[in-house]
C-alpha cells in the first residue's frame, strides 16, 4: 500500500543533508508526486536537489529561505502554491545549534537559535496551516529533540525544542476539525555531519550509554517522518514520539 495518495505535494526545511535530505529522499521513494525542498545555502541546495532527482519521479523544486524571516517565508509559501497548487505535507526539520554553558551564553547564542527553531517553525506552520485548512486536509512533522527535557550547554536549544513540542500539540488541537494533523518527532543520536562534528571521546561515550550500542540513521527517522505525514497516520495527532533507542524511556 502506498504512503502517499496520488497528487500529494510536501514540503521539507533543511533539506541539504542529514534528516532533512533522508526525509525527502524517503518522500520520493513512496512516490510523492511534488515535493518543495528549502534550506539556506543555495549551493548545497542544488547539489542535494540534484540528487534527489534520480530517487524517482517526483517533481522537485528547490527554494533557498531563511525560515527565522517570516517575509521570506511566506514569499517562499506562497512561490511554493502558485507553483504546485497545493501544500498537503509539511515537514519542519530546518534547525541549528549554539551550545554553550548557560552562564557563558550571550543574547546572540540565545536569540540565533530560538529564532531558527522555535520562531521557523510558527512562521512556515503560520503560512502553511491556512492553506490546509481550506483544503480541509494537511499532515505537519515538526522536527524536536529529546534534548527538549534538558541538556547540559543547550539551554537555547532545549528551550527550542522544548516549545516546538508544546506548539505542536496546540496546533494538533485546533487543526483536528480541518484533518490537519500535527505531530512531533524527538530524535537522539542520531548519524548526521552535526553529531560527527562532536568530540570522538564523548561520541563514544554517547553510543556507549545507548541500550542499541549505535547512533540511529537519518533512514530510520525518515520512515517514522514518513509514516506520520501519509495517508496511513489518520487518527494520529498531537503526539510527539521519542526515537532514541530505548534510551529515554
Excluded at 549551493?43 to 540534484?50: H, S, Y
Excluded at 533557498?64 to 511566506?74: E, Q, Y
Excluded at 520562531?119 to 527538549?148: D, E, K, Q, T, W
Excluded at 552535526?194 to 540513521?217: C, D, F, I, W
Aim: proline share 2%; aromatic share 6%; with cysteine.
Amino acid at each position: 500500500m502506498k504512503l502517499f495518495a496520488e497528487g500529494r505535494t510536501a514540503v521539507v526545511t533543511g533539506c541539504s543533508q542529514g534528516i532533512g535530505f533522508a526525509i525527502a529522499k524517503k518522500f520520493i521513494e513512496e512516490d510523492i508526486s511534488s515535493i518543495a525542498v528549502i534550506d539556506l545555502d543555495r549551493t548545497q541546495l542544488d547539489a542535494a536537489a540534484e540528487k534527489l532527482s534520480g530517487f524517482g519521479r517526483a517533481n522537485v523544486l528547490a527554494l533557498t529561505c531563511d525560515v527565522a524571516d517570516a517575509g521570506a517565508v511566506r514569499r517562499t509559501v506562497h512561490a511554493i502554491q502558485e507553483h504546485f497548487g497545493r501544500i498537503d505535507i509539511l515537514v519542519n526539520n530546518a534547525g541549528i545549534t549554539r551550545d554553550r554553558i548557560f552562564h557563558k551564553m550571550d543574547d546572540r547564542d540565545w536569540d540565533a537559535v530560538i529564532r531558527v527553531n522555535l520562531y521557523g517553525v510558527f512562521h512556515m506552520c503560520s503560512a502553511v496551516m491556512p492553506l490546509m485548512r481550506n483544503r480541509n486536509y494537511g499532515r505537519i512533522v515538526n522536527m524536536s529533540s529529546v534534548s527538549a527535557y534538558g541538556n547540559a550547554g543547550q539551554a537555547n536549544y532545549a528551550a527550542s525544542k522544548a516549545g516546538i513540542i508544546g506548539l505542536t500539540k496546540t496546533l494538533a488541537k485546533e487543526g483536528a476539525r480541518k484533518n490537519v494533523l500535527v505531530n512531533a518527532v524527538s530524535p537522539d543520536m542520531i548519524d548526521t555531519p552535526m553529531m560527527r562534528a562532536v568530540p570522538e571521546e564523548l561520541l563514544k561515550q554517547y553510543v556507549e550509554s545507548s541500550p542499541m550500542l549505535r547512533m540511529g540513521t537519518p533512514e530510520e527517522v525518515a520512515n517514522l517522518v514518513a509514516f506520520l505525514s501519509s495517508e496511513q497516520a489518520s487518527y494520529i495527532n498531537g503526539t510527539n514520539i521519542d526515537i532514541s533507542g530505548g534510551k529515554r524511556t
